[in-house]
């Protein structure tokens, strides 16, 4: 624009030597049409710029790693005037490391009329998205003058991680003779109170499970299966943690992809769990009963909306607060942030029977010398080396 700007003057410039060396009508029309010109230009810039706003709208508010998110910026002129150049500059940051990247397009709009302009955004972690269209510069005709419109509306988009498959071996995950309002959708039980299936009658089957009712109108013995309750024995702890060390991005990435992988998996077994992490944006510790793949989603779509702890162990001690009087017979503690203190607390823990300690490290050849202390025997350490889930983590006891 400052080109515009001198190129401009020296057209005044020339044309003011033009008038004088030629003394007429026409030189006096060019050189006071040029002097006026940029007046009428930033007036009709002017005008345009106080009659335009703008919206933005992204295509999903929940996609995977690496996926291309298109973000829409709906531009609207309500004005007589075209804009003949509008540049829309948004501002792009994953809430986990908050640092923005930019963005910028320009676009035409027509006088009365609206125009789109399509951004293609990723993100290769997970997180939350924020995409803020931060402004848009509306420049004159002939780019001699332009102003700035600033703004801060914001769409959100929650990047989910990758999940992989682990295999787990379940050990006592179904306890029959355990109240509870959760039942097997595939297996049958004991549990009359619900009932989970009506068959043939076969051989063996116990008189008082005949549905009387149903066989007379079937002409044919119907036997009722009962439910089999599902006991919640298993917490699956997420220390959502960082020093914001060098590499700190690929550390805490790694870390939310091996806890969705662990709770899928262990939900995909039927076997009901409560899944705990440290909310610091509300300073609270949270639990989230997890029966399903749909409800690791929505835990780790409320986990990605706040942001990670710099505090270690936090979740850990709070959970040893609030769930003083609560046993589990499984503690899987997730994190990426480990001390001596934590360690000897989860090593002596009397409310879990079985510990175990998926630690996420850069170099998973180099980890603390408190893990194979004396200590070390209660308590089963995984390490995950960042980047390599599958090869590390790929089976498990719960």
């Not at 609560?326 to 997730?334: E, F, K, P, Q, W």
Request: aromatic content about 10%; hydrophobic content about 40%.
């Amino acid at each position: 624009m400052v080109r515009s700007k001198i190129v401009y003057v020296l057209l005044l410039a020339v044309l003011a030597v033009f008038y004088i060396m030629y003394i007429d009508n026409m030189s006096l029309f060019l050189l006071v049409f040029a002097a006026v010109l940029p007046f009428v230009l930033f007036f009709i810039m002017l005008c345009a710029f106080f009659r335009t706003d703008a919206d933005i709208s992204s295509s999903s508010m929940s996609e995977n790693k690496d996926s291309d998110i298109s973000v829409d910026v709906h531009i609207t002129n309500r004005s007589i005037f075209p804009v003949s150049d509008a540049r829309v500059t948004l501002e792009i940051m994953n809430s986990l490391d908050s640092v923005p990247e930019k963005m910028s397009a320009s676009v035409p709009v027509q006088a009365l009329n609206s125009q789109t302009v399509s951004f293609t955004v990723s993100s290769q972690y997970c997180g939350k998205l924020i995409v803020t269209l931060k402004q848009i510069r509306i420049y004159d005709y002939i780019k001699l003058f332009s102003l700035r419109k600033k703004f801060s509306k914001t769409t959100e988009i929650v990047i989910m991680p990758h999940t992989y498959p682990v295999d787990i071996i379940t050990d006592h995950s179904y306890d029959e003779n355990t109240m509870s309002e959760l039942y097997s959708k595939c297996r049958a039980g004991d549990d009359c109170s619900e009932v989970f299936n009506i068959r043939n009658y076969n051989d063996g089957d116990k008189i008082n499970r005949i549905h009387w009712k149903l066989s007379m109108k079937q002409d044919s013995l119907m036997v009722k299966d009962y439910s089999m309750p599902v006991n919640c024995s298993i917490l699956l702890l997420f220390e959502f943690c960082t020093d914001y060390s060098a590499g700190y991005m690929s550390k805490l990435d790694t870390l939310v992809e091996t806890f969705s992988s662990v709770s899928e998996s262990i939900a995909e077994t039927e076997a009901v769990h409560d899944a705990g992490w440290y909310d610091v944006t509300k300073d609270l510790y949270v639990t989230r009963r997890i029966a399903s793949c749909e409800d690791v989603a929505s835990f780790l779509g409320t986990v990605m909306r706040s942001r990670a702890c710099t505090e270690t162990g936090k979740a850990y001690f709070r959970h040893m607060k609030a769930d003083a009087g609560v046993r589990y017979s499984h503690l899987i503690y997730v994190t990426s942030c480990m001390t001596k203190e934590i360690f000897k607390s989860i090593c002596s823990d009397e409310n879990t029977e079985r510990r175990t300690i998926i630690y996420i490290a850069d170099d998973i050849s180099i980890l603390p010398d408190y893990f194979e202390g004396s200590d070390s025997e209660r308590v089963t350490v995984i390490p995950v080396q960042c980047g390599k889930i599958n090869q590390c983590l790929y089976e498990m006891l719960v």
